[in-house]
């Protein structure tokens, strides 16, 4: 199964249209935003018609039902999902690692750096970037990320 990560939209929405124009990004079954700002969501949904499960970033309001952490079960994984300015991700991903394994989680999503990351351990942790304000690239960047059942997954880092 096919799903998409995004993070760091900061209310550019508009460049969803972009994101979701790219060959194999309409096939993903659902969607992952990591924060920043979270009501972006909404407009993903309605763009890809897809569930977009979403936490709260830093710069991001109180939302209803909304939270700073959230786990998703897809495919045979557990996902944890999460903005990354609770865990000190700009120094290195060792507490976000640690707060996955706690949850059972298999891999780990965030954002907040703005920079894209895959790192592969006990547990897989992806970071892809902003796609609307980049600090790694000139192009915004997003994943797409084959998920099965007991199989690492495959994860296509995006520049847009
Ligand atoms: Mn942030």
Redesign the pocket.
């Known amino acids: 199964m096919r799903i998409g990560i995004v993070?760091?939209s900061h209310g550019n929405t508009r460049i969803f249209e972009k994101m979701l124009a790219v060959s194999g990004a309409a096939e993903a079954e659902m969607w992952l935003h990591a924060?920043?700002f979270a009501p972006d969501a909404d407009d993903l949904e309605l763009l890809s018609e897809k569930s977009v499960a979403r936490v709260l970033?830093?710069?991001d309001l109180f939302v209803d039902g909304v939270y700073e952490e959230a786990i998703v079960e897809v495919a045979g994984h557990r996902i944890f999902l999460t903005?990354?300015?609770l865990f000190n991700v700009r120094f290195d991903t060792a507490m976000l690692q640690e707060a996955a394994r706690a949850a059972g989680a298999d891999i780990a999503v965030y954002?907040?750096?703005?920079i894209a990351l895959e790192e592969r351990g006990e547990v897989t942790v992806l970071n892809p970037g902003s796609i609307a304000r980049p600090r790694d690239d000139q192009r915004g960047s997003f994943m797409l990320v084959e998920l099965n059942a007991g199989e690492d997954p495959q994860v296509n880092l995006i520049r847009i």
Do not use: Q
């Not at 954002?111 to 703005?114: A, I, L, N, R």
């Open positions: 993070s760091d924060g920043d970033g830093n710069c903005h990354g300015h954002g907040h750096t703005h």
